[in-house]
Protein backbone atom coordinates (compact mmCIF):
# COMPACT_ATOMS: atom_id res chain seq x y z
CA UNK A 1 0.00 0.00 0.00
CA UNK A 2 2.86 2.24 1.26
CA UNK A 3 4.56 1.74 -2.34
CA UNK A 4 1.09 2.60 -4.18
CA UNK A 5 0.52 5.69 -2.56
CA UNK A 6 4.09 7.06 -3.44
CA UNK A 7 3.70 6.13 -6.73
CA UNK A 8 0.47 7.94 -7.25
CA UNK A 9 2.39 11.04 -5.32
CA UNK A 10 5.17 11.15 -7.81
CA UNK A 11 2.55 10.87 -10.56
CA UNK A 12 1.34 13.70 -9.65
CA UNK A 13 4.21 15.69 -9.04
CA UNK A 14 5.19 14.69 -12.86
CA UNK A 15 1.74 16.45 -13.63
CA UNK A 16 2.97 19.56 -11.73
CA UNK A 17 6.24 20.44 -12.49
CA UNK A 18 4.81 19.46 -16.82
CA UNK A 19 1.98 22.00 -16.52
CA UNK A 20 3.29 24.84 -13.78
CA UNK A 21 6.51 25.89 -15.68
CA UNK A 22 7.28 28.97 -17.26
CA UNK A 23 7.15 28.72 -21.42
CA UNK A 24 9.95 29.60 -23.29
CA UNK A 25 9.79 31.89 -26.26
CA UNK A 26 7.18 30.73 -28.67
CA UNK A 27 9.02 31.40 -31.74
CA UNK A 28 11.58 29.00 -32.98
CA UNK A 29 14.81 29.47 -34.59
CA UNK A 30 13.52 28.95 -38.03
CA UNK A 31 11.27 31.88 -37.86
CA UNK A 32 13.71 34.27 -37.12
CA UNK A 33 14.93 36.70 -39.63
CA UNK A 34 18.70 36.01 -40.79
CA UNK A 35 21.65 38.38 -41.49
CA UNK A 36 24.17 38.26 -44.18
CA UNK A 37 27.49 36.08 -43.45
CA UNK A 38 29.83 39.03 -43.71
CA UNK A 39 28.04 41.10 -40.94
CA UNK A 40 27.61 37.78 -38.84
CA UNK A 41 31.62 37.66 -39.25
CA UNK A 42 31.94 41.38 -38.45
CA UNK A 43 29.71 40.86 -35.41
CA UNK A 44 32.27 37.87 -34.24
CA UNK A 45 35.70 39.74 -34.97
CA UNK A 46 34.35 42.55 -32.90
CA UNK A 47 33.60 40.17 -29.64
CA UNK A 48 37.01 38.79 -30.30
CA UNK A 49 35.42 34.96 -31.31
CA UNK A 50 35.33 32.82 -34.82
CA UNK A 51 33.19 30.96 -36.32
CA UNK A 52 35.73 28.95 -36.32
CA UNK A 53 36.50 28.16 -32.59
CA UNK A 54 32.78 27.55 -31.71
CA UNK A 55 32.82 25.39 -34.26
CA UNK A 56 36.01 23.26 -31.97
CA UNK A 57 33.95 24.17 -29.21
CA UNK A 58 30.65 22.80 -30.87
CA UNK A 59 32.32 19.68 -31.65
CA UNK A 60 34.02 18.75 -28.28
CA UNK A 61 30.55 18.91 -26.78
CA UNK A 62 29.21 16.41 -29.16
CA UNK A 63 32.01 14.08 -29.54
CA UNK A 64 30.55 11.53 -27.99
CA UNK A 65 28.25 11.39 -30.99
CA UNK A 66 31.17 9.36 -31.99
CA UNK A 67 30.96 6.50 -29.55
CA UNK A 68 29.16 3.12 -31.63
CA UNK A 69 27.34 2.24 -28.99
CA UNK A 70 25.74 5.36 -26.89
CA UNK A 71 22.87 6.66 -24.58
CA UNK A 72 23.10 9.77 -24.82
CA UNK A 73 23.36 12.24 -27.98
CA UNK A 74 20.72 14.56 -27.67
CA UNK A 75 23.14 17.63 -27.59
CA UNK A 76 21.48 19.19 -31.12
CA UNK A 77 18.04 18.35 -29.21
CA UNK A 78 18.73 20.97 -26.59
CA UNK A 79 19.84 23.63 -29.14
CA UNK A 80 16.35 25.37 -28.81
CA UNK A 81 16.59 24.76 -24.87
CA UNK A 82 19.95 26.97 -24.70
CA UNK A 83 18.84 29.87 -27.35
CA UNK A 84 17.63 32.20 -24.99
CA UNK A 85 20.88 32.34 -22.39
CA UNK A 86 22.79 32.19 -25.57
CA UNK A 87 21.03 35.33 -26.63
CA UNK A 88 21.54 37.40 -23.86
CA UNK A 89 25.52 36.78 -23.86
CA UNK A 90 26.14 37.35 -27.35
CA UNK A 91 23.84 40.72 -26.56
CA UNK A 92 25.87 41.58 -23.69
CA UNK A 93 29.56 40.71 -25.57
CA UNK A 94 28.98 41.70 -29.15
CA UNK A 95 26.99 45.15 -28.81
CA UNK A 96 24.54 44.28 -30.64
CA UNK A 97 20.40 44.23 -30.88
CA UNK A 98 18.53 41.35 -29.72
CA UNK A 99 17.45 40.70 -33.48
CA UNK A 100 21.44 40.57 -34.48
CA UNK A 101 22.15 38.42 -31.58
CA UNK A 102 19.65 35.90 -32.55
CA UNK A 103 20.52 36.01 -35.83
CA UNK A 104 23.85 35.34 -35.28
CA UNK A 105 23.49 32.19 -33.10
CA UNK A 106 21.09 30.74 -36.18
CA UNK A 107 23.80 31.50 -38.28
CA UNK A 108 26.39 29.47 -36.10
CA UNK A 109 24.25 26.28 -35.58
CA UNK A 110 23.28 26.88 -39.01
CA UNK A 111 27.10 26.32 -40.31
CA UNK A 112 28.13 23.96 -37.84
CA UNK A 113 25.29 21.64 -38.52
CA UNK A 114 26.33 20.64 -41.89
CA UNK A 115 28.30 18.00 -40.34
CA UNK A 116 24.90 15.93 -39.72
CA UNK A 117 22.54 16.90 -42.36
CA UNK A 118 18.77 17.97 -41.39
CA UNK A 119 15.62 16.93 -43.06
CA UNK A 120 12.65 18.75 -42.63
CA UNK A 121 8.57 17.73 -43.31
CA UNK A 122 6.89 20.48 -43.50
CA UNK A 123 7.10 23.56 -41.48
CA UNK A 124 7.29 22.49 -37.82
CA UNK A 125 8.93 19.39 -37.87
CA UNK A 126 12.78 18.25 -38.98
CA UNK A 127 14.57 15.58 -37.99
CA UNK A 128 18.80 14.17 -38.25
CA UNK A 129 20.28 10.11 -38.90
CA UNK A 130 22.78 9.37 -37.04
CA UNK A 131 24.80 6.13 -37.70
CA UNK A 132 27.51 3.40 -37.02
CA UNK A 133 28.75 0.35 -39.26
CA UNK A 134 30.78 -1.68 -36.72
CA UNK A 135 32.52 -4.75 -36.42
CA UNK A 136 33.96 -6.52 -33.81
CA UNK A 137 36.15 -9.95 -32.97
CA UNK A 138 37.38 -11.41 -29.20
CA UNK A 139 39.14 -13.85 -27.87
CA UNK A 140 38.40 -15.31 -24.47
CA UNK A 141 40.59 -17.45 -22.73
CA UNK A 142 37.95 -19.34 -20.81
CA UNK A 143 33.98 -19.82 -21.12
CA UNK A 144 31.76 -17.39 -19.87
CA UNK A 145 27.51 -16.33 -19.48
CA UNK A 146 27.40 -13.46 -22.20
CA UNK A 147 24.59 -11.06 -24.02
CA UNK A 148 24.52 -10.06 -26.90
CA UNK A 149 25.14 -13.47 -28.78
CA UNK A 150 28.08 -13.57 -26.61
CA UNK A 151 29.16 -9.87 -27.83
CA UNK A 152 29.38 -8.77 -23.66
CA UNK A 153 30.89 -11.25 -21.13
CA UNK A 154 28.99 -11.02 -17.81
CA UNK A 155 31.19 -13.46 -15.47
CA UNK A 156 33.48 -16.37 -16.34
CA UNK A 157 31.58 -19.26 -16.35
CA UNK A 158 32.25 -21.45 -13.03
CA UNK A 159 34.93 -24.49 -12.44
CA UNK A 160 32.73 -27.69 -13.66
CA UNK A 161 34.78 -30.67 -13.68
CA UNK A 162 34.29 -33.89 -14.98
CA UNK A 163 34.69 -37.42 -13.47
CA UNK A 164 38.72 -37.03 -13.93
CA UNK A 165 38.74 -33.53 -12.09
CA UNK A 166 39.13 -31.90 -15.82
CA UNK A 167 37.58 -28.25 -15.87
CA UNK A 168 35.33 -28.39 -18.87
CA UNK A 169 34.63 -24.36 -18.99
CA UNK A 170 38.63 -23.99 -19.21
CA UNK A 171 38.61 -23.69 -23.27
CA UNK A 172 39.55 -20.39 -24.91
CA UNK A 173 37.26 -19.74 -27.92
CA UNK A 174 37.14 -16.56 -30.84
CA UNK A 175 34.75 -15.28 -31.81
CA UNK A 176 33.66 -11.90 -34.75
CA UNK A 177 30.72 -10.27 -35.13
CA UNK A 178 30.20 -8.93 -38.65
CA UNK A 179 27.06 -7.67 -39.11
CA UNK A 180 26.38 -4.57 -36.68
CA UNK A 181 24.48 -1.39 -37.75
CA UNK A 182 22.95 1.34 -35.27
CA UNK A 183 20.96 4.19 -36.35
CA UNK A 184 19.68 6.96 -34.41
CA UNK A 185 16.86 9.22 -35.64
CA UNK A 186 16.40 12.21 -33.84
CA UNK A 187 13.36 14.85 -34.08
CA UNK A 188 11.92 18.00 -33.83
CA UNK A 189 8.36 19.04 -33.60
CA UNK A 190 5.94 22.32 -33.09
CA UNK A 191 5.47 23.68 -29.59
CA UNK A 192 3.01 21.72 -27.18
CA UNK A 193 1.60 23.42 -24.12
CA UNK A 194 4.80 25.93 -24.81
CA UNK A 195 6.99 23.66 -24.64
CA UNK A 196 9.54 22.71 -26.85
CA UNK A 197 9.20 18.71 -28.78
CA UNK A 198 11.68 16.42 -29.97
CA UNK A 199 12.44 12.47 -29.40
CA UNK A 200 14.56 10.20 -30.89
CA UNK A 201 14.17 6.92 -32.27
CA UNK A 202 17.37 3.92 -32.04
CA UNK A 203 17.09 0.68 -34.30
CA UNK A 204 20.16 -1.92 -34.07
CA UNK A 205 20.81 -4.43 -36.74
CA UNK A 206 23.53 -7.15 -35.73
CA UNK A 207 24.15 -10.92 -36.05
CA UNK A 208 27.04 -13.68 -36.24
CA UNK A 209 26.46 -14.54 -39.83
CA UNK A 210 23.95 -13.35 -42.29
CA UNK A 211 21.60 -16.27 -41.27
CA UNK A 212 21.72 -15.08 -37.75
CA UNK A 213 20.42 -11.84 -37.28
CA UNK A 214 18.63 -9.98 -34.81
CA UNK A 215 16.89 -6.86 -35.31
CA UNK A 216 16.16 -4.23 -32.07
CA UNK A 217 14.11 -1.35 -31.22
CA UNK A 218 16.85 0.05 -28.62
CA UNK A 219 15.06 3.27 -27.54
CA UNK A 220 12.41 5.53 -28.68
CA UNK A 221 11.08 8.54 -26.42
CA UNK A 222 9.35 12.24 -26.76
CA UNK A 223 10.72 14.92 -24.80
CA UNK A 224 9.30 18.25 -23.75
CA UNK A 225 11.39 21.09 -22.75
CA UNK A 226 10.39 23.81 -21.29
CA UNK A 227 12.73 26.84 -19.36
CA UNK A 228 14.14 24.49 -16.68
CA UNK A 229 12.04 21.52 -16.93
CA UNK A 230 12.12 18.61 -19.22
CA UNK A 231 9.92 15.70 -19.80
CA UNK A 232 10.47 12.45 -21.19
CA UNK A 233 7.86 9.89 -22.12
CA UNK A 234 8.54 6.74 -23.74
CA UNK A 235 11.05 3.63 -24.05
CA UNK A 236 14.70 4.38 -22.54
CA UNK A 237 17.14 3.36 -20.40
CA UNK A 238 15.90 2.85 -16.53
CA UNK A 239 16.95 5.66 -14.44
CA UNK A 240 19.21 3.63 -12.65
CA UNK A 241 21.36 3.68 -15.89
CA UNK A 242 22.73 6.87 -15.56
CA UNK A 243 22.99 9.11 -18.86
CA UNK A 244 26.16 11.40 -17.63
CA UNK A 245 28.36 8.87 -15.63
CA UNK A 246 28.55 5.37 -17.37
CA UNK A 247 31.48 3.22 -18.50
CA UNK A 248 32.31 3.39 -21.92
CA UNK A 249 34.00 0.02 -22.56
CA UNK A 250 35.26 -0.77 -26.11
CA UNK A 251 33.65 -4.06 -25.89
CA UNK A 252 29.88 -2.35 -25.69
CA UNK A 253 29.37 -3.96 -21.77
CA UNK A 254 28.93 -0.66 -20.30
CA UNK A 255 29.70 -2.14 -16.84
CA UNK A 256 26.87 -4.55 -17.26
CA UNK A 257 27.23 -6.23 -13.53
CA UNK A 258 28.87 -3.71 -11.91
CA UNK A 259 27.04 -0.74 -13.11
CA UNK A 260 22.77 -1.01 -13.10
CA UNK A 261 21.75 -1.50 -16.35
CA UNK A 262 18.26 -2.32 -18.05
CA UNK A 263 15.92 -0.66 -20.66
CA UNK A 264 12.10 0.22 -19.40
CA UNK A 265 9.03 2.19 -20.11
CA UNK A 266 9.20 5.27 -18.32
CA UNK A 267 7.84 9.02 -17.23
CA UNK A 268 10.93 11.06 -16.17
CA UNK A 269 11.30 14.49 -14.76
CA UNK A 270 14.39 16.80 -14.48
CA UNK A 271 14.16 20.08 -13.19
CA UNK A 272 16.66 23.34 -12.53
CA UNK A 273 17.44 25.20 -10.03
CA UNK A 274 20.69 26.64 -10.22
CA UNK A 275 23.23 24.40 -9.96
CA UNK A 276 21.15 21.58 -8.76
CA UNK A 277 18.89 18.85 -10.72
CA UNK A 278 16.01 17.37 -9.15
CA UNK A 279 15.39 13.93 -11.39
CA UNK A 280 11.79 11.65 -10.42
CA UNK A 281 10.85 8.64 -12.71
CA UNK A 282 8.23 6.50 -12.55
CA UNK A 283 9.74 3.18 -14.84
CA UNK A 284 8.36 -0.20 -15.77
CA UNK A 285 10.24 -3.26 -16.56
CA UNK A 286 8.55 -5.24 -18.71
CA UNK A 287 10.86 -7.56 -19.64
CA UNK A 288 10.57 -9.69 -16.31
CA UNK A 289 7.62 -11.42 -15.16
CA UNK A 290 8.17 -11.23 -11.84
CA UNK A 291 8.47 -7.10 -12.39
CA UNK A 292 5.71 -7.13 -14.43
CA UNK A 293 3.00 -8.93 -12.16
CA UNK A 294 3.79 -6.25 -10.27
CA UNK A 295 1.47 -3.25 -9.83
CA UNK A 296 4.12 -0.84 -9.03
CA UNK A 297 6.40 0.63 -11.13
CA UNK A 298 9.81 1.42 -10.08
CA UNK A 299 10.02 4.80 -8.05
CA UNK A 300 13.09 6.54 -8.61
CA UNK A 301 14.91 10.31 -7.11
CA UNK A 302 18.06 11.48 -7.80
CA UNK A 303 19.87 15.31 -7.10
CA UNK A 304 22.80 16.22 -9.15
CA UNK A 305 24.70 19.17 -8.69
CA UNK A 306 27.60 21.15 -10.68
CA UNK A 307 30.11 22.37 -9.67
CA UNK A 308 33.16 23.73 -12.05
CA UNK A 309 31.86 21.24 -14.82
CA UNK A 310 32.36 18.55 -12.38
CA UNK A 311 29.26 16.68 -11.64
CA UNK A 312 28.19 14.87 -8.44
CA UNK A 313 25.05 12.99 -7.45
CA UNK A 314 23.03 10.77 -4.90
CA UNK A 315 19.81 8.73 -5.84
CA UNK A 316 17.85 5.93 -4.78
CA UNK A 317 15.43 3.18 -6.91
CA UNK A 318 12.14 1.38 -5.16
CA UNK A 319 11.54 -1.87 -7.19
CA UNK A 320 9.17 -4.56 -6.43
CA UNK A 321 8.50 -7.74 -8.04
CA UNK A 322 6.01 -10.78 -7.47
CA UNK A 323 8.00 -13.52 -7.74
CA UNK A 324 5.22 -16.47 -8.70
CA UNK A 325 1.47 -16.24 -8.76
CA UNK A 326 1.01 -19.74 -7.94
CA UNK A 327 2.78 -22.12 -5.94
CA UNK A 328 3.78 -25.52 -6.78
CA UNK A 329 0.91 -27.36 -5.03
CA UNK A 330 -0.86 -25.24 -7.08
CA UNK A 331 -2.28 -22.67 -4.36
CA UNK A 332 -2.46 -18.82 -5.24
CA UNK A 333 -0.16 -16.76 -3.59
CA UNK A 334 0.79 -12.77 -4.30
CA UNK A 335 3.56 -12.12 -2.03
CA UNK A 336 6.20 -9.60 -2.68
CA UNK A 337 9.70 -8.82 -2.55
CA UNK A 338 10.25 -5.19 -2.06
CA UNK A 339 14.04 -3.90 -2.74
CA UNK A 340 15.91 -0.81 -3.10
CA UNK A 341 18.98 0.57 -4.55
CA UNK A 342 20.70 3.74 -3.39
CA UNK A 343 24.03 5.28 -4.88
CA UNK A 344 25.98 7.77 -5.16
CA UNK A 345 28.55 9.02 -8.15
CA UNK A 346 31.07 11.69 -9.46
CA UNK A 347 31.70 12.42 -13.20
CA UNK A 348 35.21 14.64 -12.56
CA UNK A 349 36.97 16.55 -15.45
CA UNK A 350 40.49 17.98 -14.89
CA UNK A 351 42.28 18.45 -18.01
CA UNK A 352 42.97 16.11 -20.10
CA UNK A 353 41.58 13.61 -17.34
CA UNK A 354 38.25 12.38 -16.99
CA UNK A 355 36.99 10.57 -13.71
CA UNK A 356 33.79 8.73 -13.73
CA UNK A 357 32.61 6.37 -10.58
CA UNK A 358 29.88 5.06 -8.89
CA UNK A 359 28.71 3.45 -5.88
CA UNK A 360 25.95 1.47 -5.53
CA UNK A 361 23.63 -0.61 -3.03
CA UNK A 362 21.41 -3.06 -4.13
CA UNK A 363 18.74 -5.43 -2.56
CA UNK A 364 17.80 -7.90 -5.30
CA UNK A 365 19.79 -6.47 -7.82
CA UNK A 366 18.71 -9.47 -10.47
CA UNK A 367 16.60 -7.05 -13.27
CA UNK A 368 19.31 -4.67 -13.37
CA UNK A 369 22.02 -7.62 -14.20
CA UNK A 370 24.06 -6.58 -10.71
CA UNK A 371 24.70 -9.60 -8.68
CA UNK A 372 22.48 -11.33 -5.77
CA UNK A 373 18.56 -11.68 -6.21
CA UNK A 374 16.13 -12.80 -3.75
CA UNK A 375 15.97 -15.85 -1.58
CA UNK A 376 13.12 -17.52 1.11
CA UNK A 377 13.02 -17.22 5.10
CA UNK A 378 9.96 -19.05 5.74
CA UNK A 379 8.42 -22.04 3.91
CA UNK A 380 4.61 -23.33 4.06
CA UNK A 381 5.49 -27.05 3.75
CA UNK A 382 1.69 -27.82 2.75
CA UNK A 383 0.93 -25.38 0.75
CA UNK A 384 4.71 -24.10 -0.49
CA UNK A 385 3.52 -20.33 0.14
CA UNK A 386 6.78 -18.83 0.78
CA UNK A 387 7.95 -15.16 2.71
CA UNK A 388 10.90 -13.50 0.88
CA UNK A 389 14.09 -11.93 1.51
CA UNK A 390 16.10 -9.56 -0.12
CA UNK A 391 19.90 -10.71 -0.86
CA UNK A 392 22.17 -7.99 -0.80
CA UNK A 393 25.45 -6.85 -2.89
CA UNK A 394 27.52 -3.83 -3.06
CA UNK A 395 29.50 -2.65 -6.40
CA UNK A 396 31.46 -0.14 -7.15
CA UNK A 397 33.04 0.89 -10.65
CA UNK A 398 35.75 3.65 -11.37
CA UNK A 399 37.17 4.63 -14.92
CA UNK A 400 39.70 6.91 -16.11
CA UNK A 401 40.41 8.64 -19.67
CA UNK A 402 43.34 10.65 -20.65
CA UNK A 403 41.37 12.96 -23.44
CA UNK A 404 43.56 15.86 -24.80
CA UNK A 405 40.79 18.62 -26.10
CA UNK A 406 41.48 19.53 -30.12
CA UNK A 407 44.13 16.60 -29.86
CA UNK A 408 41.60 13.29 -29.63
CA UNK A 409 43.09 11.25 -32.24
CA UNK A 410 44.29 8.80 -29.17
CA UNK A 411 42.58 8.18 -26.24
CA UNK A 412 43.78 5.47 -23.75
CA UNK A 413 41.32 4.55 -20.11
CA UNK A 414 41.25 2.29 -18.27
CA UNK A 415 37.98 0.20 -16.13
CA UNK A 416 37.94 -0.94 -12.92
CA UNK A 417 34.78 -2.97 -11.00
CA UNK A 418 34.02 -5.02 -8.14
CA UNK A 419 30.95 -6.17 -6.77
CA UNK A 420 30.34 -8.17 -3.18
CA UNK A 421 27.67 -10.64 -1.73
CA UNK A 422 26.40 -9.13 1.36
CA UNK A 423 24.00 -12.12 1.88
CA UNK A 424 20.50 -11.63 3.46
CA UNK A 425 19.44 -9.80 6.44
CA UNK A 426 17.48 -13.03 7.95
CA UNK A 427 18.06 -16.76 7.99
CA UNK A 428 17.08 -18.17 5.02
CA UNK A 429 15.65 -21.45 4.07
CA UNK A 430 18.29 -22.72 1.34
CA UNK A 431 16.35 -26.12 0.18
CA UNK A 432 13.47 -28.76 1.14
CA UNK A 433 12.97 -32.05 -0.15
CA UNK A 434 9.77 -32.88 -2.09
CA UNK A 435 7.28 -36.04 -1.99
CA UNK A 436 10.02 -37.98 -4.48
CA UNK A 437 12.95 -37.32 -2.17
CA UNK A 438 14.79 -34.87 -4.54
CA UNK A 439 16.47 -32.16 -3.00
CA UNK A 440 14.75 -28.74 -4.37
CA UNK A 441 17.61 -25.70 -4.25
CA UNK A 442 15.64 -22.35 -2.85
CA UNK A 443 18.60 -20.25 -3.38
CA UNK A 444 18.16 -20.44 -7.71
CA UNK A 445 16.73 -18.10 -9.03
CA UNK A 446 16.38 -17.98 -12.88
CA UNK A 447 18.84 -15.33 -14.33
CA UNK A 448 20.26 -14.26 -11.16
CA UNK A 449 23.53 -14.54 -9.88
CA UNK A 450 23.03 -15.88 -6.83
CA UNK A 451 25.74 -18.31 -6.17
CA UNK A 452 29.02 -15.85 -6.02
CA UNK A 453 30.56 -13.98 -3.81
CA UNK A 454 32.66 -11.65 -5.34
CA UNK A 455 33.45 -10.51 -9.15
CA UNK A 456 36.25 -7.97 -10.18
CA UNK A 457 36.80 -6.70 -14.27
CA UNK A 458 39.90 -4.85 -15.26
CA UNK A 459 40.00 -3.61 -18.69
CA UNK A 460 42.49 -1.15 -19.79
CA UNK A 461 41.49 -0.27 -23.75
CA UNK A 462 42.68 2.73 -26.25
CA UNK A 463 40.42 4.13 -29.31
CA UNK A 464 42.02 5.85 -32.40
CA UNK A 465 40.22 7.94 -33.88
CA UNK A 466 40.87 8.83 -37.70
CA UNK A 467 38.01 11.56 -39.03
CA UNK A 468 34.86 9.64 -38.85
CA UNK A 469 36.80 5.93 -38.45
CA UNK A 470 37.03 4.76 -34.82
CA UNK A 471 39.73 1.95 -34.43
CA UNK A 472 39.57 0.36 -30.57
CA UNK A 473 41.15 -2.03 -28.31
CA UNK A 474 41.01 -3.91 -25.01
CA UNK A 475 41.82 -6.49 -22.43
CA UNK A 476 39.45 -7.65 -19.86
CA UNK A 477 40.39 -9.23 -17.29
CA UNK A 478 37.31 -10.21 -15.13
CA UNK A 479 37.36 -12.89 -12.41
CA UNK A 480 34.94 -14.41 -9.19
CA UNK A 481 34.43 -16.77 -6.86
CA UNK A 482 31.57 -18.98 -6.89
CA UNK A 483 29.68 -21.98 -5.37
CA UNK A 484 29.15 -25.33 -6.45
CA UNK A 485 26.33 -25.91 -8.58
CA UNK A 486 23.45 -26.44 -7.56
CA UNK A 487 22.84 -29.64 -9.61
CA UNK A 488 26.01 -30.52 -7.00
CA UNK A 489 24.74 -32.85 -4.25
CA UNK A 490 27.37 -31.07 -1.52
CA UNK A 491 26.42 -26.98 -3.14
CA UNK A 492 24.61 -26.05 0.45
CA UNK A 493 27.99 -26.60 2.05
CA UNK A 494 28.91 -23.32 0.30
CA UNK A 495 26.42 -21.45 1.81
CA UNK A 496 25.63 -19.99 5.31
CA UNK A 497 22.24 -19.19 6.73
CA UNK A 498 22.27 -15.98 5.58
CA UNK A 499 22.94 -17.01 1.98
CA UNK A 500 26.89 -15.91 1.61
CA UNK A 501 28.88 -18.01 -0.58
CA UNK A 502 31.63 -19.83 2.24
CA UNK A 503 33.63 -21.29 0.31
CA UNK A 504 34.02 -19.48 -3.47
CA UNK A 505 35.87 -21.19 -6.50
CA UNK A 506 37.85 -18.60 -8.52
CA UNK A 507 37.11 -18.39 -11.83
CA UNK A 508 38.60 -15.82 -14.60
CA UNK A 509 38.68 -15.33 -18.18
CA UNK A 510 40.63 -12.75 -20.27
CA UNK A 511 39.53 -11.35 -23.20
CA UNK A 512 40.99 -9.70 -26.19
CA UNK A 513 38.97 -6.98 -27.86
CA UNK A 514 39.27 -5.78 -31.30
CA UNK A 515 36.46 -2.82 -33.18
CA UNK A 516 36.29 -0.92 -35.83
CA UNK A 517 33.40 1.83 -36.49
CA UNK A 518 32.48 4.30 -39.11
CA UNK A 519 30.40 6.93 -37.89
CA UNK A 520 28.06 8.61 -40.34
Sequence with gaps: MLFNKLSWFIFSILLFFCFNVSPTDSNSISSLKKIKKSEVKKIAEKSDLSVIDNQKKF??????????????????????????????????????????????????????????????????????????????????????????????????????????GLDISKKDQFSMLGISYNSKIMFLGPDVWGAKTGGRLDLSIGGLSLDVIFLRMKNGFVDFKWKKTKLRIGHYYHPLALGKTYPTTVSGSEGIGYDPFRKAALMRVKHKIDRFELIMALAKIYSSLPSLWSTTPDLFFQINVEQNKNLFGVGINFHIETPRLVTEEFYKTTEQVKGMCPFLFAHIKRKPFRVKMRLSYSENGAPFFIMEAYAVKFRNPETDERV?????????????????????????????????????????????????????????????????????????????????????????????????????????????????????????????????????
Design 388 to 520: YTNLRALSFWIEFIYKKENKRVIEPALFIGISKNLGARDRIVKSYTDDSGSIIPLLFVPGAITFADYMFVIAPRVRIRIKNFVIGAEIEYSRGGFARDFTDPNWRDDFDNYGRVVNPTPSSNTRFVFTTSYVF
Design 59 to 164: EHEVEEIEEPDIKIVDKWLHKQESQEPAIEEAKKEMSVTVDEAKDYKIVKYEELDDKIKEYRVGKDFRFKILGSVNFQSFYDSHQFIGFTHDAVVYFPRPKNCDDR
